[in-house]
């Protein structure tokens, strides 16, 4: 790996096979892989904790697991009921089906990455995409502005998982968050979605099933991603509960107090 934290960008050598046909609304998701960028164009960077999605099929099974969430988390399951953000699109590869799908003058986008809100900007001219940290983004202020609570997806980098998820449940209890389908480690996603009385049930089973209703979705091989993580992922919905189901389930606690 060179000093820079950058990793060398290969072409994927060949086409993914098709997807099979989606099963929510009447959406079409291309099902090819993710896009195809010139050498050098845009290395993911391991001081970003940047993995591209690089498998159409994993792409178009995360899509359609959001659209299910986002639409099962919404009171109607219309286009103009969900308010998709995608967290760190990086190239694009969730990108593009999402925009297919929502609309590209419908679906935001929060990337920190200079070069991919450039690469983004060519491709989807009339997508708006905030250069910004996720960890500095103003959930409730963006919520406001679109008119509602948010449907968020992304495929978040290892290292700041929970930061990720912690501000998103702060943001569903003061109504700006309705659900969340993201990928993370395996590990964790098996740890959130644990059942009581479990080897894997503990504190992250506690906190995120107090704020949300937790789905492992499935699990995904570290093949999918460029470059290849040392550790299997998964895709796991969160559905949060809301401010008044939120305070019943803490019996007069206060959530900020489950973190300490």
Avoid at 149 to 177: C, E, K, R
Avoid at 214 to 242: E, Q
Wanted: glycine share 8%.
């Amino acid at each position: 790996r060179p000093s820079t934290g950058e990793w060398e960008w290969e072409e994927d050598p060949g086409e993914a096979p098709p997807s099979p046909e989606s099963s929510v609304a009447a959406a079409t998701i291309d099902a090819s892989a993710a896009p195809k960028l010139p050498s050098g164009a845009l290395k993911p960077k391991q001081s970003l904790g940047q993995n591209f999605l690089q498998d159409g099929n994993t792409v178009a099974k995360i899509v359609r697991a959001f659209a299910e969430d986002a639409s099962r988390a919404s009171e109607a399951g219309e286009r103009g009921a969900v308010r998709p953000v995608e967290l760190g699109p990086g190239a694009g590869a969730l990108t593009g089906p999402l925009v297919e799908r929502f609309g590209e003058d419908v679906l935001r986008c929060i990337e920190i990455d200079p070069r991919a809100v450039d690469l983004l900007a060519e491709r989807f001219p009339a997508l708006r995409v905030s250069h910004l940290d996720v960890l500095q983004a103003d959930y409730p202020a963006l919520a406001a502005e679109l008119g509602g609570p948010l449907s968020v997806i992304g495929n978040l980098p290892y290292y700041i998982t929970s930061q990720i998820l912690f501000a998103l449940a702060d943001a569903s209890h003061a109504g700006a968050v309705l659900c969340a389908t993201v990928t993370m480690q395996l590990e964790v996603a098996r740890r959130m979605a644990a059942s009581t009385r479990t080897k894997d049930y503990g504190i992250l089973s506690v906190v995120f099933q107090l704020y949300a209703d937790v789905d492992l979705h499935f699990k995904i091989p570290p093949t999918v991603f460029y470059p290849a993580p040392k550790v299997d992922s998964a895709l796991v919905g969160l559905r949060f509960v809301g401010p008044d189901v939120l305070r019943a389930r803490l019996g007069g606690g206060r959530p900020q107090d489950l973190r300490r």
